[in-house]
């Protein structure tokens, strides 16, 4: 059964560093996201992206934030200067353009600011 | 900005007990998603619910969207301690692309 796949599953970085989130998602699938989830909340939209372009952002997605799909399968997440508030877990999901939308979650990378 | 909120948060049964989650939400949706989490893993599908009145059923959990009450219900039919898990909804997408996710409930079944 096709899933999402993302690396690394863990990443340690240091404070103002830059991290790249990886992910592919699943091959026919046209709408891709990017979630971020601090240990024991809440799921948190970072930003949606189709037909090569970001279609809707959230607040989080700052300047420091950008996303890519450098190819036919990747999709990136680039935080550019990380800060210790980021340390969280970060899914990555793909849907089809379909009406049903259901999104297929990757396994997640954990991101650790120190 | 869309608000949806699950109740409760934590939520402790036996084992043989039933039980209801609810996810109130802020605006009109038809499209309504039922995940779970085990903990330090990703999320899992559960449920689409895509029109009003929609109930859908898989083992001991049932799920139900009333879209004119905004509110869904992921009820919990005798209880094992294999459905310790938190249990999210989330709705959309509308006439973005977002989805919006609720608070969360951790379930822990005690045997």
């Known amino acids: 059964e096709p899933e999402v796949t993302q690396t690394p599953s863990h990443q340690v970085t240091q404070m103002g560093q830059e991290v790249i989130l990886r992910c592919v998602p699943i091959?026919?699938?046209?709408?891709f996201y990017w979630y971020r989830q601090i240990l024991g909340q809440k799921v948190e939209f970072l930003v949606s992206?189709?037909?090569?372009?970001?279609?809707?952002k959230s607040e989080i997605f700052d300047d420091q934030f950008s996303v890519e799909r450098p190819d036919g399968s990747n999709f990136t997440l680039k935080i550019r200067s990380t800060k210790l508030e980021d340390s969280a877990m970060y899914f990555c999901a793909s849907r089809l353009q379909t009406a049903a939308g259901e999104q297929y979650f990757g396994p997640g990378t954990r991101l650790t600011v120190t | 900005e869309l608000k949806v909120e699950q109740n409760p948060l934590f939520l402790s049964m036996q084992e043989g007990k039933n039980y209801t989650i609810y996810c109130n939400y802020s605006t009109t949706s038809d499209r309504l998603y039922w995940y779970r989490q085990d903990p330090g893993k990703s999320l899992e599908s559960l449920f689409v619910?895509?029109?009003?009145?929609a109930v859908k059923q898989e083992g001991r959990l049932m799920a139900s969207l009333d879209t004119k009450a905004r509110l869904s219900t992921l009820h919990i039919t005798a209880a094992v301690h294999d459905l310790s898990a938190t249990y999210f909804c989330a709705v959309g997408p509308g006439t973005g692309n977002q989805f919006y996710f609720g608070t969360g409930t951790s379930l822990t079944v005690i045997p």
């Open positions: 091959s026919n699938h046209l709408y």
């Open positions: 619910l895509l029109s009003n009145g």
């Open positions: 992206f189709y037909n090569n372009e970001i279609s809707e």
